[in-house]
């Protein structure tokens, strides 16, 4: 087992150098630095320049008063602290080589020292759960790396929006349960509560994560034994782990708004009539933001082109068939995860399915559902490799094809950058009317390799429109990005180079200590 985790381990490290932007990609994540650095500086979170006026009530960026009419950016704090020793190192970096300037320092310093380990940590949880479900090591190794590969953990593992660190502390939160009904230390209980302790000071709206793996919980302790005292002690050591950092994180918020029951986000909520930011802008509706007819945000993260769960993450819908199929052979413990599983995305569809944007905005794929589905396809991947190790002919090229086509669908997500195809479509670019944004996107790079392929590539549309969507027709990987910069900056290139042929180097080791580990089965 150490041999196998350690190598996918390695191999899951190339793979985010390889991908890694050296920022910390997206609106969202950047404010949560931006709280991350007023906190140790003793700076105000909220920064705008002068001359920025909100065009909209409730601009996140103009954040929300609170206690001393101060103003704080209303989002949770657990990924603020987090990201604070890779912020720190990071201002130190341009105080020393002030050749780049702060901000991408620090986002540099963020995103290899603290995303790239939380990344490799969700693999090897992943890894580690397949194990507790008593898959081999090389089933738990091959299924952990296609998690990666294959499925909407890759592009999150680039752009840090919390999804990957929520898979993690819940992941973990479910394998400290099963390793409780493996060796019966209750030290394990008291982990899994803390780590959804942690999940909750991520995210609010974990407490779907708290209540379905409680759950999960309980039902695994019904099914070992009835007896009513283990029942009680087991949920009891369970909470008891989740109430530190369940307690900081409203001990955090009491110091921000001056409420224990305050969240950013109800503040934010109150404010939107009441905070002089918005004077003269229209009103919200007052249902807002849960103001689209349930329908849309049902039938969207499933069918619609821009965000079905089924088109962006390809292994979701073959494995929900392979679980169907083999549902008998599964374990207790197995089937009440599935179980949970699938409870939690169904309530996670309930909780958005009226939310203006049910799908994350600009994110790849319906974001808020994404975790739901990896989760359920954790397990299902180790069912799916061991069908793949035991097949022949037919359906040995079938499952291999749908494992190479999700793994190029998830490559094409981190080839160029996240927002481009959103872009395409706000500025009416042609063939962008279909919304089918994975197709957009192969196009796309197929157009970046050959511009001349078509009449709809970027560099051959009219002049205005090509310079608005210049800024994000290109390969987004770090390396490149710095070439980018060299180009203004003459300074830059000798760092630029050297990068890129860094970055060479790693994607070839990648490519070939992951096809060594896949061939070697």
């Known amino acids: 087992m150490k041999k196998v985790s350690t190598q996918i381990a390695l191999?899951?490290?190339?793979?985010?150098?390889?991908?890694?932007?050296?920022?910390?990609?997206?609106?969202?994540?950047?404010?949560?630095?931006?709280?991350?650095?007023?906190?140790?500086?003793?700076?105000?979170?909220?920064?705008?320049?002068?001359?920025?006026?909100?065009?909209?009530?409730?601009?996140?960026?103009?954040?929300?008063i609170g206690v001393g009419e101060k103003r704080y950016i209303?989002?949770?704090?657990?990924?603020?602290?987090?990201?604070?020793?890779?912020?720190?190192?990071?201002?130190?970096?341009?105080?020393?080589?002030?050749?780049?300037?702060?901000?991408?320092?620090?986002?540099?310093?963020?995103?290899?020292?603290?995303?790239?380990?939380?990344?490799?940590?969700?693999?090897?949880?992943?890894?580690?759960?397949?194990?507790?479900?008593?898959?081999?090591?090389?089933?738990?190794g091959l299924a952990s790396l296609t998690l990666l590969l294959g499925t909407t953990v890759f592009h999150y593992a680039q752009i840090h929006q919390h999804n990957n660190q929520m898979l993690l502390l819940v992941t973990l939160g479910y394998a400290t349960v099963l390793a409780y009904f493996k060796d019966g230390k209750k030290s394990w209980l008291l982990m899994s509560g803390f780590a959804l302790g942690g999940a909750m000071l991520f995210r609010t709206p974990s407490i779907i994560h708290v209540g379905t793996i409680l759950v999960f919980l309980a039902g695994c302790q019904l099914q070992q034994s009835r007896d009513s005292k283990k029942f009680l002690t087991a949920i009891g050591t369970w909470l008891l782990g989740c109430l530190p950092l369940t307690i900081l994180g409203r001990i955090f918020d009491f110091i921000r708004y001056g409420s224990f029951l305050a969240s950013g986000k109800q503040v934010e909520k109150v404010q939107l009539n009441t905070d002089p930011m918005w004077s003269g802008l229209p009103k919200l509706p007052d249902n807002y933001p849960f103001v689209n007819p349930p329908i849309?945000?049902?039938?969207g993260p499933l069918i619609s082109p821009a965000k079905s769960l089924f088109i962006y993450d390809p292994l979701f819908f073959p494995c929900l068939i392979l679980g169907a199929v083999y549902w008998r052979r599964f374990s207790p413990y197995l089937q009440w995860y599935l179980i949970t599983a699938a409870f939690n995305l169904a309530l996670h569809f309930v909780l958005y399915c009226r939310f203006f944007s049910w799908g994350g905005d600009a994110a790849w794929g319906a974001r808020y559902h994404v975790t739901s589905v990896q989760l359920i396809l954790i397990p299902l991947l180790g069912f799916f490799i061991q069908e793949v190790l035991k097949a022949?002919?037919?359906?040995?090229?079938?499952?291999?094809?749908?494992?190479?086509?999700?793994?190029?669908?998830?490559?094409?997500?981190?080839?160029?950058?996240?927002?481009?195809?959103?872009?395409?479509?706000?500025?009416?670019?042609?063939?962008?009317?279909?919304?089918?944004?994975?197709?957009?996107?192969?196009?796309?790079?197929?157009?970046?390799?050959?511009?001349?392929?078509?009449?709809?590539?970027?560099?051959?549309?009219?002049?205005?429109?090509?310079r608005l969507l210049k800024g994000n027709n290109h390969l987004v990987f770090f390396p490149f990005k710095l070439q980018r910069q060299a180009q203004e900056y003459p300074r830059l290139a000798i760092m630029a180079n050297l990068s890129l042929l860094v970055w060479f180097f790693v994607i070839t080791a990648a490519i070939f200590l992951t096809l060594k580990f896949c061939f070697q089965f």
């Open 392 to 466: 022949r002919g037919l359906k040995l090229w079938l499952m291999r094809s749908l494992i190479a086509l999700a793994v190029v669908v998830q490559f094409a997500s981190v080839a160029m950058p996240y927002n481009l195809e959103v872009d395409q479509n706000r500025f009416g670019a042609p063939g962008a009317r279909l919304q089918l944004r994975l197709a957009q996107r192969m196009s796309n790079i197929v157009c970046l390799a050959n511009p001349n392929v078509s009449s709809r590539c970027i560099s051959q549309l009219q002049p205005k429109l090509r």
């Open 11 to 64: 191999i899951s490290l190339l793979w985010l150098i390889a991908i890694n932007t050296a920022t910390v990609g997206g609106l969202d994540t950047e404010l949560r630095l931006q709280m991350t650095h007023a906190w140790w500086t003793g700076t105000q979170e909220v920064q705008i320049e002068p001359d920025l006026k909100p065009k909209i009530r409730g601009d996140i960026r103009f954040g929300i």
């Open 296 to 299: 849309e945000g049902i039938l």
């Open 74 to 140: 209303a989002y949770e704090q657990g990924q603020s602290i987090v990201m604070l020793p890779g912020d720190w190192v990071g201002t130190q970096l341009h105080k020393l080589f002030p050749i780049i300037d702060e901000q991408g320092w620090r986002e540099l310093a963020v995103s290899f020292l603290i995303f790239i380990p939380l990344n490799i940590a969700v693999v090897l949880a992943g890894f580690w759960l397949l194990k507790l479900f008593e898959f081999d090591d090389k089933v738990s």
